[in-house]
């Protein structure tokens, strides 16, 4: 935990206790009626408790998320004894750190409290209704569905909301009630530790840093302000508070202590040489030791330690040609965001383990992003999550937990509320990582486009939480983070928060209604989420779908697509490049195949565009094995597009992209085609650019090469000559720089003149790893290896299995070798006799297959050699 605090007696209560339940409607399984009581472990939540006594199957395989739908219906109670020895400290309390989510809590037979709000920690003094010996603890939490039904009754009417469920009317994550790439797992339970904290005269509520930076003629320095919430059970005098900032080193930075003669105590701390946290690819991440340590009569009564970044963050706001620029900037420096959304990474948190936990950040890093936005509509994150940004270098957008819908404004809403969010800034605040709040995802939006106001006849809609609620507890608490009042917003409530000149936006008509050139059509400020769907890796899907082939009209296929006529826009994507494929091998590589390239020419594109200062792929991860937008899917493995999105999120880009934006009907766009370098590195970037124009059998045509320089956080352009842009459906352009390649085809794959691809390929055991060389005979579009299908031939899950590599062009002539490894570093058994002919549909290219019926065509795209 990044907060730790001493206390005279802690009492953890967590670990193995006693579930038992009344059942929810009729339909769910015999021994859901209830009966006797299973083990349960604390934290956790109640469906792994039922997955772990062998009472339910595994509810993401086929059909059965229906089996478990009673669970979200009934009621249940969680009980253990314990044993208390008594203390003498003047206060203790029952501590629970969240309760999922409306439950009442009972000690020794009397009731403590009754809660319902998920993302609450709770503190009650029950030093009055503890025995010496045994006790009983008992928490019974009800149905969240009937809870959240009751709201409804008791509001009067309907609150908008994508989905029938009735996720707004209670604090509880809304993903629980199902969403458009998760589950319908409407969960209880105990999610948080839980314990016993002894205590006297005063205790640490909260430590809350904040780092202002200072240039003056002997360099930067550093003051930073520590705010220390106190809590104490009356007027306590003679208190001390002293503060130590450690440096990375281990020498002391600076030291102050003060009188604690209020419940927010402020100490400064003045470091004369700080070394500056920075977002990875720019610095280093020096990590301080925050010490605070509250003293009476000479004596620790509460202490506390943090660690802590120096670093300063602002939005960057300036008018242009177009509207204004919106950016981040750390330190002063602007930051160009290459960032991924990230939803809860399990539908039950318990199974987040930090193992897995570390993986997706590492995952996000070697993908290229620098940012994270954590969404509105999963729980506030957890300590060891931004711990792991703190150390990776990666910065965090945190959206407060408002998603899709309007919210009830009462005072008993607000309360809970501000309540939310007072825990969350007091607990998050310290972590250099956390560089934006906001107030929450699309919720504004919804009254411009959803029909929200027809709905809610004059009623509020949640406006109140964005612009007042929220940002007054920013102020109070979190002066020095920049605050933004959903995603999209630019600027007022007054203007549609989609508009393209102003603040972040999300690009969803792609996706929802045309091919993804049309990505080149905007030039926004700042993109927080753009996104296109795709299967999981074959094996994962595979593992879900117990019958039949994998293609989207099997049901289990189907079920698994949780997105709007997902299936039909995934045939509309593939309909211009590659038109129907014929067998599931073709649908699931093929889509995969649209998905990347869709986000790699979006990236690439806002990427080159001078005012655009971030894209925010929507989504880094999954929470359950499902065709969704995720780069990474439900069991770990990254799809084809984090491979795309690796090299179009690199330090350095080089991209071909049209002239200016608009115009894609002409390939080549109104004014041409540029060849763009894009530099976020520190130091300026020269590179002389080979641009190529080929015949697609290889036959170079012309070339040219083109001097350029971007500057640190910079571009640097070219235009193309006509000799090299000029539109043809048998050609195509190759740029080269510095080890990188860019590549422009004129034309859509089944418009391009058919060219049967050959390759031969050989695999070879290699230091315990497998080495597959491809070697193209021909020109090879989109080449790939999945490494996850020779799983079994290898004798190990799918999952552990990595390739370095994916998405390739490779020309006639070239070789490509690919790295299948373990994630652990252990050494993998290759057989022996591994062969060649063993590598389909390991390997992969576009036109490998004889299956494919290009559009408007009726013949096939040629056999490959393999």
Same mark, same amino acid.
């Given at each position: 935990?990044?907060?730790?605090?001493?206390?005279?007696?802690?009492?953890?209560?967590?670990?193995?206790?006693?579930?038992?339940?009344?059942?929810?409607?009729?339909?769910?399984?015999?021994?859901?009626?209830?009966?006797?009581?299973?083990?349960?472990?604390?934290?956790?939540?109640?469906?792994?408790?039922?997955?772990?006594?062998?009472?339910?199957?595994?509810?993401?395989?086929?059909?059965?998320?229906?089996?478990?739908?009673?669970?979200?219906?009934?009621?249940?109670?969680?009980?253990?004894?314990?044993?208390?020895?008594?203390?003498?400290?003047?206060?203790?309390?029952?501590?629970?750190?969240?309760?999922?989510?409306?439950?009442?809590?009972?000690?020794?037979?009397?009731?403590?409290?009754?809660?319902?709000?998920?993302?609450?920690?709770?503190?009650?003094?029950?030093?009055?209704?503890?025995?010496?010996?045994?006790?009983?603890?008992?928490?019974?939490?009800?149905?969240?569905?009937?809870?959240?039904?009751?709201?409804?009754?008791?509001?009067?009417?309907?609150?908008?909301?994508?989905?029938?469920?009735?996720?707004?009317?209670?604090?509880?994550?809304?993903?629980?009630?199902?969403?458009?790439?998760?589950?319908?797992?409407?969960?209880?339970?105990?999610?948080?530790?839980?314990?016993?904290?002894?205590?006297?005269?005063?205790?640490?509520?909260?430590?809350?840093?904040?780092?202002?930076?200072?240039?003056?003629?002997?360099?930067?320095?550093?003051?930073?302000?520590?705010?220390?919430?106190?809590?104490?059970?009356?007027?306590?005098?003679?208190?001390?508070?002293?503060?130590?900032?450690?440096?990375?080193?281990?020498?002391?930075?600076?030291?102050?202590?003060?009188?604690?003669?209020?419940?927010?105590?402020?100490?400064?701390?003045?470091?004369?040489?700080?070394?500056?946290?920075?977002?990875?690819?720019?610095?280093?991440?020096?990590?301080?030791?925050?010490?605070?340590?509250?003293?009476?009569?000479?004596?620790?009564?509460?202490?506390?330690?943090?660690?802590?970044?120096?670093?300063?963050?602002?939005?960057?706001?300036?008018?242009?040609?177009?509207?204004?620029?919106?950016?981040?900037?750390?330190?002063?420096?602007?930051? /160009? #965001?290459? *960032?991924?959304?990230?939803?809860?990474?399990?539908? &039950?948190? +318990?199974?987040?383990? %930090?193992?897995? !936990?570390?993986?997706?950040?590492?995952?996000?890093?070697?993908?290229?992003?620098?940012?994270? /936005? #954590?969404? *509105?509509?999963?729980?506030?994150?957890?300590?060891? &999550?931004? +711990?792991?940004?703190? %150390?990776?270098? !990666?910065?965090?957008?945190?959206?407060?937990?408002?998603?899709?819908?309007?919210?009830?404004?009462?005072?008993?809403?607000?309360?809970?509320?501000?309540?939310?969010?007072?825990? +969350?800034?007091?607990?998050?605040?310290?972590?250099?990582?956390?560089?934006?709040?906001?107030?929450?995802?699309?919720?504004?939006?919804?009254?411009?486009?959803?029909?929200?106001?027809?709905?809610?006849?004059?009623?509020?809609?949640?406006?109140?939480?964005?612009?007042?609620?929220?940002?007054?507890?920013?102020?109070?608490?979190?002066?020095?983070?920049?605050?933004?009042?959903?995603?999209?917003?630019?600027?007022?409530?007054?203007?549609?928060?989609?508009?393209?000149?102003?603040?972040?936006?999300?690009?969803?008509?792609?996706?929802?209604?045309?091919?993804?050139?049309?990505?080149?059509?905007?030039?926004?400020?700042?993109?927080?989420?753009?996104?296109?769907?795709?299967?999981?890796?074959?094996?994962?899907?595979?593992?879900?779908?117990?019958?039949?082939?994998?293609?989207?009209?099997?049901?289990?296929?189907?079920?698994?697509?949780?997105?709007?006529?997902?299936?039909?826009?995934?045939?509309?994507?593939?309909?211009?490049?590659?038109?129907?494929?014929?067998?599931?091998?073709?649908?699931?590589?093929?889509?995969?195949?649209?998905?990347?390239?869709?986000?790699?020419?979006?990236?690439?594109?806002?990427?080159?565009?001078?005012?655009?200062?971030?894209?925010?792929?929507?989504?880094?991860?999954?929470?359950?094995?499902?065709?969704?937008?995720?780069?990474?899917?439900?069991?770990?493995?990254?799809?084809?597009?984090?491979?795309?999105?690796?090299?179009?999120?690199?330090?350095?880009?080089?991209?071909?992209?049209?002239?200016?934006?608009?115009?894609?009907?002409?390939?080549?766009?109104?004014?041409?085609?540029?060849?763009?370098?894009?530099?976020?590195?520190?130091?300026a970037w020269t590179a002389d650019v080979v641009v190529r124009r080929l015949t697609l059998d290889g036959t170079e045509l012309a070339r040219e090469t083109l001097p350029l320089t971007a500057a640190a956080d910079g571009t640097a352009r070219a235009v193309l000559p006509e000799g090299l842009a000029a539109v043809s459906d048998a050609e195509f352009l190759v740029a080269g720089a510095d080890g990188l390649r860019s590549t422009w085809f004129f034309a859509p794959d089944a418009a391009l003149a058919p060219t049967a691809p050959r390759f031969t390929a050989q695999a070879t055991a290699d230091g315990g790893a497998?080495?597959?060389?491809?070697?193209?005979?021909?020109?090879?579009?989109?080449?790939?290896?999945?490494?996850?299908?020779?799983?079994?031939?290898?004798?190990?899950?799918?999952?552990?299995?990595?390739?370095?590599?994916?998405?390739?062009?490779?020309?006639?002539?070239?070789?490509?070798?690919?790295?299948?490894?373990?994630?652990?570093?252990?050494?993998?058994?290759?057989?022996?006799?591994?062969?060649?002919?063993?590598?389909?549909?390991?390997?992969?290219?576009?036109?490998?297959?004889?299956?494919?019926?290009?559009?408007?065509?009726?013949?096939?795209?040629?056999?490959?050699?393999?």
């Amino acid at each position: 935990m990044n907060l730790t605090t001493t206390a005279p007696q802690i009492l953890d209560l967590g670990g193995t206790w006693n579930l038992a339940w009344t059942a929810g409607p009729d339909g769910s399984p015999s021994y859901a009626t209830g009966g006797a009581a299973i083990p349960a472990t604390v934290p956790g939540q109640v469906h792994t408790d039922l997955l772990a006594a062998g009472l339910l199957e595994d509810p993401d395989v086929g059909l059965r998320e229906a089996d478990q739908m009673w669970i979200g219906h009934s009621q249940w109670t969680y009980s253990r004894t314990f044993t208390w020895s008594g203390t003498s400290e003047e206060r203790t309390e029952l501590v629970s750190d969240g309760l999922d989510t409306f439950a009442t809590v009972r000690l020794n037979g009397h009731e403590v409290a009754v809660v319902h709000d998920q993302h609450i920690g709770y503190r009650w003094d029950v030093a009055h209704l503890l025995l010496r010996g045994e006790n009983l603890l008992e928490i019974t939490f009800g149905s969240a569905w009937d809870a959240a039904h009751e709201c409804e009754v008791q509001l009067g009417g309907e609150l908008p909301r994508p989905y029938e469920e009735p996720y707004p009317y209670v604090r509880k994550s809304a993903c629980n009630f199902g969403w458009d790439w998760g589950p319908h797992y409407v969960t209880a339970g105990i999610w948080q530790p839980i314990r016993l904290e002894s205590w006297s005269r005063g205790r640490i509520a909260s430590i809350r840093p904040d780092t202002l930076l200072h240039d003056g003629a002997d360099g930067v320095s550093a003051q930073v302000s520590v705010s220390v919430g106190i809590d104490r059970p009356a007027s306590t005098p003679g208190l001390t508070l002293t503060a130590v900032l450690t440096a990375p080193d281990g020498a002391e930075a600076a030291r102050a202590t003060i009188p604690a003669d209020t419940d927010d105590v402020v100490l400064v701390l003045d470091v004369a040489d700080p070394q500056l946290w920075w977002p990875v690819g720019l610095g280093a991440q020096p990590l301080y030791d925050l010490s605070v340590v509250l003293d009476g009569d000479g004596g620790a009564l509460s202490a506390g330690t943090r660690r802590v970044g120096l670093r300063t963050v602002a939005v960057q706001e300036e008018p242009d040609a177009i509207g204004t620029t919106w950016a981040l900037a750390v330190n002063g420096r602007r930051v /160009r #965001v290459r *960032g991924y959304n990230w939803i809860p990474d399990d539908p &039950f948190i +318990a199974e987040v383990t %930090e193992e897995r !936990l570390g993986q997706r950040l590492d995952q996000a890093v070697d993908g290229g992003a620098n940012l994270l /936005r #954590v969404w *509105g509509g999963g729980y506030f994150s957890t300590e060891e &999550f931004m +711990a792991g940004c703190d %150390e990776r270098g !990666l910065m965090v957008w945190h959206d407060f937990l408002f998603a899709c819908a309007a919210y009830d404004e009462s005072d008993a809403m607000i309360e809970a509320v501000t309540t939310e969010a007072e825990q +969350a800034v007091a607990r998050l605040s310290s972590h250099p990582s956390l560089v934006i709040w906001c107030g929450g995802n699309e919720c504004v939006w919804g009254m411009y486009d959803w029909g929200w106001p027809e709905i809610l006849d004059g009623r509020p809609y949640g406006a109140a939480f964005y612009t007042d609620v929220l940002p007054g507890v920013i102020n109070r608490l979190d002066p020095s983070r920049p605050y933004v009042p959903n995603s999209p917003w630019a600027g007022s409530l007054d203007k549609h928060p989609n508009d393209r000149d102003a603040g972040p936006v999300h690009i969803w008509e792609v996706w929802n209604n045309v091919d993804y050139v049309h990505y080149r059509d905007v030039d926004p400020p700042f993109v927080s989420e753009m996104g296109w769907c795709a299967p999981p890796a074959w094996s994962t899907l595979q593992r879900v779908v117990t019958e039949g082939e994998l293609v989207p009209g099997n049901p289990q296929v189907a079920h698994h697509m949780r997105a709007a006529d997902g299936m039909d826009k995934l045939a509309r994507g593939l309909a211009p490049y590659f038109g129907e494929p014929r067998t599931a091998e073709d649908w699931h590589y093929l889509t995969q195949m649209v998905q990347a390239r869709s986000q790699a020419a979006g990236a690439e594109w806002l990427r080159t565009r001078e005012r655009c200062a971030g894209v925010v792929i929507w989504q880094l991860n999954d929470c359950w094995p499902v065709l969704s937008w995720s780069a990474v899917d439900g069991d770990g493995i990254e799809k084809p597009v984090w491979y795309a999105l690796r090299r179009s999120f690199a330090d350095h880009l080089l991209a071909i992209v049209p002239v200016t934006a608009g115009g894609t009907d002409d390939p080549t766009g109104p004014d041409g085609l540029e060849v763009v370098l894009v530099n976020d590195g520190l130091a300026a970037w020269t590179a002389d650019v080979v641009v190529r124009r080929l015949t697609l059998d290889g036959t170079e045509l012309a070339r040219e090469t083109l001097p350029l320089t971007a500057a640190a956080d910079g571009t640097a352009r070219a235009v193309l000559p006509e000799g090299l842009a000029a539109v043809s459906d048998a050609e195509f352009l190759v740029a080269g720089a510095d080890g990188l390649r860019s590549t422009w085809f004129f034309a859509p794959d089944a418009a391009l003149a058919p060219t049967a691809p050959r390759f031969t390929a050989q695999a070879t055991a290699d230091g315990g790893a497998l080495r597959v060389s491809v070697h193209a005979e021909t020109l090879l579009r989109d080449l790939c290896v999945f490494a996850d299908r020779l799983a079994d031939l290898l004798g190990v899950r799918a999952p552990e299995l990595a390739v370095d590599e994916m998405m390739l062009t490779v020309l006639p002539g070239e070789t490509a070798v690919f790295t299948i490894s373990r994630r652990d570093g252990g050494p993998l058994d290759v057989p022996a006799d591994l062969s060649a002919a063993e590598l389909f549909p390991v390997v992969r290219c576009i036109g490998d297959s004889a299956s494919l019926v290009p559009a408007g065509s009726g013949g096939a795209a040629g056999d490959a050699a393999r």
